[in-house]
């Protein structure tokens, strides 16, 4: 008995240190065939979820909800970099698309509060609560950005990489992040956005009106408005190229919260 108690002992801290290692690939095949079943490419070029249809399929959610446990089971800070940058950006747009399916009908994902009571910010969306463990610490959809994305990777791609389910947001890939075409799909992503009038509108006496984005972050794309519009000129396709060559000056900016519904008609709360 003593004998097998050891062995059985042995096991037990061998199952403990056993890590199987699940390929990227492997693991959002469930979430690409989801993405790909749910996000529509509108005519106006932006992608939009249905909800409706995804919040109707217990099977679908159950999916979603399996896939962010999948992800939070592995251990990103053992990754490579663009392993690691898709692995956070697929949790983060998972995460967010769980977060208004468990709510929806609602108009905005600024209608769904935090539930950090003490906290300002609380009120402004659902950014702030914990809702994903990963590696012992417990991830806000703030965290993951703030904490993370931005100051780990250091890339302003960051923000057309990660989706906050409104229409002013850079699309929601029909696919997860991949390492092996990451940067590919980065600067695709980022041409996407940037050629769309959501990012940047023409308005008269040489000035422009861009996506709050640009504001909000705009030490992550260099500063000022003048790093702001190289970064543009960066991506441009040629007509938004040549209203750059003039040097344009950005007079305002702006930022549609409309939840990104291919039902425009959704009953809401």
């Not at 600024?110 to 950090?116: G, M």
Request: include cysteine.
């Amino acid at each position: 008995m003593q004998r097998s108690g050891i062995l059985a002992s042995l096991c037990a801290v061998a199952l403990a240190l056993l890590v199987i290692t699940v390929p990227a690939n492997a693991t959002d095949a469930a979430f690409d065939a989801l993405l790909a079943k749910y996000v529509r490419r509108g005519s106006d070029g932006v992608n939009r979820v249905d909800y409706s249809g995804w919040k109707a399929s217990p099977e679908d959610l159950s999916q979603l909800n399996v896939y962010i446990d999948e992800l939070a089971a592995r251990a990103p800070s053992k990754m490579p970099r663009n392993e690691a940058f898709a692995y956070w950006a697929n949790l983060y747009n998972a995460v967010t698309l769980k977060v208004v399916l468990d709510r929806y009908p609602v108009s905005s994902i600024r209608d769904i509060k935090s539930d950090a009571l003490l906290d300002p910010k609380a009120y402004l969306g659902p950014w702030r609560t914990k809702r994903v463990t990963v590696q012992a610490r417990t991830y806000s959809l703030d965290n993951i950005e703030n904490d993370v994305l931005r100051p780990v990777f250091k890339d302003p791609r960051v923000h057309y990489a990660i989706n906050c389910a409104s229409y002013g947001c850079p699309n929601l890939r029909a696919k997860s992040w991949s390492a092996e075409t990451l940067e590919a799909d980065l600067d695709l992503a980022a041409r996407e956005f940037i050629n769309h009038p959501r990012a940047v509108t023409r308005l008269p006496n040489n000035t422009l009106r861009v996506s709050s984005i640009y504001k909000w972050f705009a030490a992550d794309f260099g500063g000022d408005d003048a790093a702001v519009v190289a970064h543009l000129r960066k991506y441009a396709e040629a007509k938004l190229a040549t209203i750059l060559l003039s040097n344009p000056k950005i007079a305002e900016d702006g930022y549609d919260w409309t939840l990104n519904d291919a039902r425009s008609n959704a009953k809401l709360h």
